[in-house]
Protein backbone atom coordinates (compact mmCIF):
# COMPACT_ATOMS: atom_id res chain seq x y z
CA UNK A 1 0.00 0.00 0.00
CA UNK A 2 1.06 3.38 -0.52
CA UNK A 3 1.34 5.85 1.91
CA UNK A 4 0.72 9.33 2.48
CA UNK A 5 3.82 10.15 4.28
CA UNK A 6 6.41 8.47 1.98
CA UNK A 7 9.36 9.30 3.56
CA UNK A 8 12.99 9.26 1.05
CA UNK A 9 14.73 6.79 3.15
CA UNK A 10 11.32 3.78 2.80
CA UNK A 11 12.69 1.22 0.25
CA UNK A 12 11.19 0.99 -3.05
CA UNK A 13 10.60 -2.62 -3.90
CA UNK A 14 13.26 -2.77 -5.48
CA UNK A 15 15.77 -2.42 -3.60
CA UNK A 16 14.61 -4.82 -1.01
CA UNK A 17 16.82 -8.27 -0.79
CA UNK A 18 15.52 -10.44 -4.26
CA UNK A 19 14.14 -13.33 -3.10
CA UNK A 20 16.45 -15.46 -4.91
CA UNK A 21 19.50 -14.10 -3.09
CA UNK A 22 17.98 -14.54 -0.06
CA UNK A 23 17.45 -18.01 -0.53
CA UNK A 24 20.52 -19.00 -2.46
CA UNK A 25 21.85 -17.37 0.92
CA UNK A 26 20.50 -19.59 3.19
CA UNK A 27 20.83 -22.93 1.36
CA UNK A 28 24.48 -21.89 1.34
CA UNK A 29 24.15 -21.54 5.01
CA UNK A 30 22.55 -24.52 6.01
CA UNK A 31 24.89 -26.42 3.82
CA UNK A 32 27.75 -25.18 5.46
CA UNK A 33 26.72 -26.00 8.61
CA UNK A 34 25.69 -29.35 7.93
CA UNK A 35 28.17 -30.32 6.13
CA UNK A 36 28.53 -31.81 2.80
CA UNK A 37 25.77 -34.57 3.41
CA UNK A 38 23.08 -32.12 4.31
CA UNK A 39 24.11 -29.99 0.90
CA UNK A 40 21.97 -32.48 -1.25
CA UNK A 41 18.52 -32.55 1.23
CA UNK A 42 19.55 -27.95 1.56
CA UNK A 43 18.77 -28.18 -2.65
CA UNK A 44 16.55 -30.38 -2.79
CA UNK A 45 13.48 -27.97 -1.20
CA UNK A 46 13.18 -24.74 -0.01
CA UNK A 47 13.89 -24.77 4.05
CA UNK A 48 10.33 -24.12 6.03
CA UNK A 49 11.00 -20.96 8.55
CA UNK A 50 8.47 -23.32 10.73
CA UNK A 51 10.58 -25.80 11.03
CA UNK A 52 11.30 -25.24 14.66
CA UNK A 53 7.34 -24.22 15.74
CA UNK A 54 6.52 -26.32 19.07
CA UNK A 55 3.06 -26.84 16.98
CA UNK A 56 4.48 -28.33 13.94
CA UNK A 57 3.02 -31.47 14.84
CA UNK A 58 -0.67 -30.44 14.77
CA UNK A 59 0.04 -30.49 11.23
CA UNK A 60 -1.61 -30.94 8.27
CA UNK A 61 -5.24 -31.15 9.05
CA UNK A 62 -7.87 -32.24 7.33
CA UNK A 63 -9.18 -29.94 4.57
CA UNK A 64 -12.69 -29.13 5.36
CA UNK A 65 -13.76 -30.04 1.34
CA UNK A 66 -16.87 -27.15 1.24
CA UNK A 67 -14.27 -24.60 -0.02
CA UNK A 68 -13.17 -24.99 -3.72
CA UNK A 69 -11.01 -23.22 -5.99
CA UNK A 70 -11.54 -21.38 -9.47
CA UNK A 71 -7.86 -21.56 -9.82
CA UNK A 72 -4.75 -23.02 -8.64
CA UNK A 73 -3.06 -22.41 -5.66
CA UNK A 74 -0.37 -20.18 -5.24
CA UNK A 75 3.07 -21.58 -4.71
CA UNK A 76 4.56 -21.43 -1.56
CA UNK A 77 7.40 -20.04 -2.23
CA UNK A 78 6.18 -16.86 -3.81
CA UNK A 79 3.28 -16.44 -1.04
CA UNK A 80 6.08 -16.81 1.51
CA UNK A 81 8.18 -14.14 0.03
CA UNK A 82 5.40 -11.69 -1.41
CA UNK A 83 3.83 -10.28 1.91
CA UNK A 84 2.29 -7.06 3.49
CA UNK A 85 3.62 -6.79 7.34
CA UNK A 86 4.05 -3.03 7.61
CA UNK A 87 5.95 -3.64 11.51
CA UNK A 88 8.47 -5.11 9.17
CA UNK A 89 9.11 -2.50 6.23
CA UNK A 90 6.67 -1.14 3.68
CA UNK A 91 7.49 -3.36 1.31
CA UNK A 92 7.04 -6.85 -0.35
CA UNK A 93 10.18 -8.34 0.90
CA UNK A 94 9.95 -8.73 4.77
CA UNK A 95 10.15 -12.45 5.19
CA UNK A 96 13.81 -12.32 6.36
CA UNK A 97 13.25 -9.38 8.75
CA UNK A 98 9.73 -11.52 10.53
CA UNK A 99 12.07 -14.28 11.33
CA UNK A 100 12.99 -12.27 14.78
CA UNK A 101 9.24 -12.25 15.67
CA UNK A 102 9.55 -14.39 19.18
CA UNK A 103 6.06 -16.42 18.60
CA UNK A 104 6.36 -18.22 21.98
CA UNK A 105 5.53 -17.55 24.72
CA UNK A 106 2.48 -15.86 22.68
CA UNK A 107 -0.70 -14.97 24.57
CA UNK A 108 -4.24 -13.80 23.16
CA UNK A 109 -6.33 -11.70 25.44
CA UNK A 110 -9.50 -11.71 25.30
CA UNK A 111 -11.52 -8.91 27.21
CA UNK A 112 -14.17 -5.74 26.71
CA UNK A 113 -17.83 -7.01 26.99
CA UNK A 114 -17.54 -10.53 27.91
CA UNK A 115 -18.72 -12.84 30.94
CA UNK A 116 -15.27 -13.37 31.96
CA UNK A 117 -12.12 -12.15 30.59
CA UNK A 118 -8.99 -13.75 30.10
CA UNK A 119 -5.31 -14.75 28.44
CA UNK A 120 -5.51 -17.60 26.58
CA UNK A 121 -1.82 -19.38 25.64
CA UNK A 122 -1.21 -19.71 22.12
CA UNK A 123 -1.01 -23.71 22.39
CA UNK A 124 -4.09 -24.19 24.63
CA UNK A 125 -6.08 -22.69 21.81
CA UNK A 126 -4.55 -24.84 18.99
CA UNK A 127 -5.77 -27.88 21.49
CA UNK A 128 -8.91 -26.71 22.44
CA UNK A 129 -10.55 -25.39 18.50
CA UNK A 130 -11.17 -27.70 15.77
CA UNK A 131 -8.37 -27.35 13.11
CA UNK A 132 -8.98 -27.75 9.65
CA UNK A 133 -7.80 -26.76 6.17
CA UNK A 134 -9.38 -24.13 4.04
CA UNK A 135 -8.79 -23.26 0.56
CA UNK A 136 -9.36 -19.89 0.44
CA UNK A 137 -8.76 -16.50 -2.33
CA UNK A 138 -7.39 -13.51 -0.73
CA UNK A 139 -7.53 -10.32 -2.54
CA UNK A 140 -5.14 -7.20 -1.97
CA UNK A 141 -6.59 -3.57 -2.24
CA UNK A 142 -3.43 -3.16 -4.10
CA UNK A 143 -5.16 -5.71 -6.61
CA UNK A 144 -2.82 -8.69 -6.59
CA UNK A 145 -4.19 -11.92 -5.02
CA UNK A 146 -3.49 -15.41 -4.39
CA UNK A 147 -4.44 -18.57 -3.52
CA UNK A 148 -3.42 -20.27 -0.28
CA UNK A 149 -4.51 -23.16 2.00
CA UNK A 150 -4.99 -21.90 5.31
CA UNK A 151 -5.38 -24.29 8.39
CA UNK A 152 -6.99 -22.88 11.61
CA UNK A 153 -10.55 -22.75 13.13
CA UNK A 154 -13.55 -20.86 12.35
CA UNK A 155 -13.39 -17.77 14.22
CA UNK A 156 -17.02 -17.82 15.51
CA UNK A 157 -15.79 -20.38 17.88
CA UNK A 158 -13.19 -18.42 19.51
CA UNK A 159 -16.47 -15.74 20.03
CA UNK A 160 -18.16 -19.14 22.16
CA UNK A 161 -15.72 -19.55 24.22
CA UNK A 162 -15.39 -15.50 24.87
CA UNK A 163 -19.02 -15.15 25.74
CA UNK A 164 -20.13 -11.49 24.92
CA UNK A 165 -22.56 -10.05 26.68
CA UNK A 166 -26.00 -8.83 24.89
CA UNK A 167 -24.44 -5.46 24.44
CA UNK A 168 -21.44 -6.51 22.09
CA UNK A 169 -21.28 -5.37 18.75
CA UNK A 170 -17.72 -5.25 17.11
CA UNK A 171 -14.71 -7.18 17.97
CA UNK A 172 -11.01 -5.15 18.23
CA UNK A 173 -8.14 -6.82 16.91
CA UNK A 174 -5.16 -5.69 18.05
CA UNK A 175 -1.23 -6.86 16.53
CA UNK A 176 2.06 -6.60 19.04
CA UNK A 177 4.15 -3.84 19.63
CA UNK A 178 7.53 -4.14 19.77
CA UNK A 179 9.32 -1.98 17.64
CA UNK A 180 13.10 -3.73 18.89
CA UNK A 181 11.89 -6.26 17.04
CA UNK A 182 10.03 -5.30 14.02
CA UNK A 183 11.77 -1.74 13.11
CA UNK A 184 8.67 -1.37 10.99
CA UNK A 185 6.99 0.23 14.40
CA UNK A 186 9.95 2.90 14.80
CA UNK A 187 8.63 4.85 11.98
CA UNK A 188 6.38 6.80 14.91
CA UNK A 189 4.36 8.38 11.88
CA UNK A 190 2.16 4.84 12.07
CA UNK A 191 -0.54 4.65 14.37
CA UNK A 192 0.87 1.28 15.92
CA UNK A 193 -0.43 -0.99 17.13
CA UNK A 194 -2.03 -2.19 13.82
CA UNK A 195 -5.76 -2.98 14.79
CA UNK A 196 -8.77 -3.95 12.75
CA UNK A 197 -12.66 -4.85 13.73
CA UNK A 198 -15.43 -6.47 12.49
CA UNK A 199 -19.32 -6.48 13.49
CA UNK A 200 -20.14 -9.64 15.14
CA UNK A 201 -22.30 -10.49 12.93
CA UNK A 202 -19.45 -10.87 10.39
CA UNK A 203 -17.05 -12.47 13.06
CA UNK A 204 -19.58 -15.37 13.20
CA UNK A 205 -20.10 -15.53 9.51
CA UNK A 206 -18.97 -19.05 8.65
CA UNK A 207 -16.41 -17.71 6.10
CA UNK A 208 -14.59 -15.93 9.31
CA UNK A 209 -11.31 -17.73 9.91
CA UNK A 210 -8.54 -17.59 12.53
CA UNK A 211 -5.73 -18.98 11.07
CA UNK A 212 -2.50 -20.81 12.66
CA UNK A 213 -1.43 -22.32 9.63
CA UNK A 214 -0.60 -22.30 5.93
CA UNK A 215 0.39 -25.14 3.29
CA UNK A 216 0.09 -27.90 6.11
CA UNK A 217 2.54 -26.24 8.23
CA UNK A 218 2.37 -24.03 11.14
CA UNK A 219 2.25 -20.11 10.18
CA UNK A 220 5.47 -18.96 8.61
CA UNK A 221 6.04 -15.85 10.73
CA UNK A 222 5.82 -13.65 7.68
CA UNK A 223 2.13 -14.52 7.38
CA UNK A 224 1.23 -13.29 10.47
CA UNK A 225 2.23 -16.47 13.05
CA UNK A 226 1.15 -17.56 15.44
CA UNK A 227 -2.58 -16.60 14.54
CA UNK A 228 -4.05 -14.22 12.14
CA UNK A 229 -7.52 -13.74 10.77
CA UNK A 230 -8.30 -14.58 7.20
CA UNK A 231 -11.68 -12.79 5.77
CA UNK A 232 -11.63 -13.83 2.33
CA UNK A 233 -14.69 -11.14 1.00
CA UNK A 234 -12.77 -8.07 1.94
CA UNK A 235 -9.97 -6.55 0.85
CA UNK A 236 -6.41 -7.97 2.62
CA UNK A 237 -5.58 -5.39 4.82
CA UNK A 238 -8.76 -6.35 7.34
CA UNK A 239 -6.93 -9.81 7.68
CA UNK A 240 -4.96 -8.88 10.34
CA UNK A 241 -1.94 -10.61 11.68
CA UNK A 242 0.06 -11.87 14.58
CA UNK A 243 -2.63 -10.75 17.38
CA UNK A 244 -2.51 -10.28 20.58
CA UNK A 245 -5.89 -8.89 21.77
CA UNK A 246 -9.49 -9.57 21.36
CA UNK A 247 -11.83 -6.73 22.75
CA UNK A 248 -15.74 -7.17 22.45
CA UNK A 249 -17.36 -4.01 22.47
CA UNK A 250 -20.09 -1.88 21.60
CA UNK A 251 -18.25 0.88 19.66
CA UNK A 252 -17.45 0.41 15.97
CA UNK A 253 -13.17 -0.01 15.71
CA UNK A 254 -10.69 2.50 14.01
CA UNK A 255 -8.89 0.35 12.04
CA UNK A 256 -4.80 1.02 11.33
CA UNK A 257 -5.30 2.07 7.78
CA UNK A 258 -9.21 3.89 8.55
CA UNK A 259 -6.84 6.33 11.10
CA UNK A 260 -4.26 6.52 8.64
CA UNK A 261 -6.28 7.82 5.53
CA UNK A 262 -9.96 7.03 6.24
CA UNK A 263 -11.25 8.47 2.75
CA UNK A 264 -9.22 5.35 0.83
CA UNK A 265 -10.06 2.81 3.59
CA UNK A 266 -12.89 1.83 5.56
CA UNK A 267 -14.40 -0.05 8.24
CA UNK A 268 -16.06 -2.41 5.54
CA UNK A 269 -13.52 -2.94 3.11
CA UNK A 270 -15.62 -5.55 1.00
CA UNK A 271 -14.47 -6.60 -2.47
CA UNK A 272 -16.46 -4.87 -5.02
CA UNK A 273 -14.63 -4.43 -8.73
CA UNK A 274 -17.59 -1.66 -9.35
CA UNK A 275 -15.84 0.58 -6.77
CA UNK A 276 -12.58 1.98 -7.88
CA UNK A 277 -9.99 2.71 -5.26
CA UNK A 278 -8.23 6.15 -5.59
CA UNK A 279 -5.46 4.61 -6.64
CA UNK A 280 -6.25 0.85 -7.68
CA UNK A 281 -9.40 0.29 -10.24
CA UNK A 282 -10.77 -2.81 -8.84
CA UNK A 283 -12.29 -4.57 -12.08
CA UNK A 284 -9.25 -7.28 -12.45
CA UNK A 285 -6.67 -8.79 -10.37
CA UNK A 286 -2.91 -10.44 -10.66
CA UNK A 287 -2.88 -13.72 -9.64
CA UNK A 288 0.21 -13.62 -7.62
CA UNK A 289 3.54 -15.88 -9.18
CA UNK A 290 1.47 -15.58 -12.64
CA UNK A 291 0.97 -13.61 -15.76
CA UNK A 292 -2.20 -13.91 -15.66
CA UNK A 293 -5.09 -11.20 -14.82
CA UNK A 294 -8.28 -12.37 -13.86
CA UNK A 295 -11.89 -10.47 -13.28
CA UNK A 296 -12.67 -9.42 -9.77
CA UNK A 297 -15.75 -10.98 -8.46
CA UNK A 298 -18.24 -9.15 -5.85
CA UNK A 299 -17.22 -10.27 -2.57
CA UNK A 300 -14.31 -11.85 -4.11
CA UNK A 301 -16.51 -14.63 -4.92
CA UNK A 302 -18.02 -15.04 -1.54
CA UNK A 303 -21.14 -13.27 -2.57
CA UNK A 304 -23.50 -16.31 -1.22
CA UNK A 305 -21.86 -16.58 2.17
CA UNK A 306 -21.88 -12.85 2.82
CA UNK A 307 -24.37 -10.47 0.95
CA UNK A 308 -26.97 -11.12 3.07
CA UNK A 309 -24.84 -9.65 6.51
CA UNK A 310 -25.22 -6.09 4.01
CA UNK A 311 -28.97 -6.26 3.33
CA UNK A 312 -30.60 -2.70 3.59
CA UNK A 313 -27.32 -1.09 5.05
CA UNK A 314 -27.65 2.17 3.01
CA UNK A 315 -25.52 5.19 4.22
CA UNK A 316 -22.42 2.88 4.73
CA UNK A 317 -20.02 3.11 1.88
CA UNK A 318 -19.15 -1.26 2.13
CA UNK A 319 -16.79 -1.44 -0.78
CA UNK A 320 -13.99 0.53 0.66
N1 LIG B 1 -0.43 -6.77 11.52
C1 LIG B 1 -0.55 -6.64 10.19
N2 LIG B 1 -1.49 -7.37 9.55
C2 LIG B 1 -1.63 -7.26 8.20
C3 LIG B 1 -0.85 -6.35 7.45
C4 LIG B 1 0.14 -5.60 8.16
O1 LIG B 1 0.88 -4.79 7.58
N3 LIG B 1 0.26 -5.78 9.50
N4 LIG B 1 -1.04 -6.23 6.08
C5 LIG B 1 -2.35 -6.64 5.57
C6 LIG B 1 -2.42 -6.67 4.09
S1 LIG B 1 -2.49 -5.19 3.28
C7 LIG B 1 -2.52 -7.84 3.40
S2 LIG B 1 -2.78 -7.88 1.73
C8 LIG B 1 -2.33 -9.13 4.09
C9 LIG B 1 -1.18 -9.87 3.45
O2 LIG B 1 -1.09 -11.16 3.93
P1 LIG B 1 0.07 -12.13 3.43
O3 LIG B 1 1.36 -11.38 3.59
O4 LIG B 1 -0.03 -13.31 4.31
O5 LIG B 1 -0.21 -12.41 1.99
O6 LIG B 1 -2.07 -9.01 5.49
C10 LIG B 1 -2.79 -7.97 6.14
N5 LIG B 1 -2.56 -8.04 7.57
MO1 LIG C 1 -3.26 -5.69 1.21
Redesign the pocket.
Known amino acids: ?NIIHKKSWSLPESSATPEDVFWNRRRFLTGMAGGGLALGAALSSRPSFAETDPSAHLYPVDRNPAYELDRPLTDEGI?ST??????FGSH?QIAKAAQKLQIRPWTVAIDGLVDKPQTLDIDDILAKMPLEERLYR?????A?S?A?PWSGFPLAELVKLASPTADAKYIRFE?FKNPEVAS?QRQSWYPW??V?GLTLAEATNELAFMATG?YGKPLAK???API??VVPWK?????????VKITFTDQRPVS??EEIQGSEYGFWANVNPSVPHPRWPQASERLLGTDERRNTLLYNGYEAQVAHLYKGMTGERLFM
Open positions: MAYNNFYEKHRCVEWMVTGPYEIQFGRLYGFKSIKSIFW
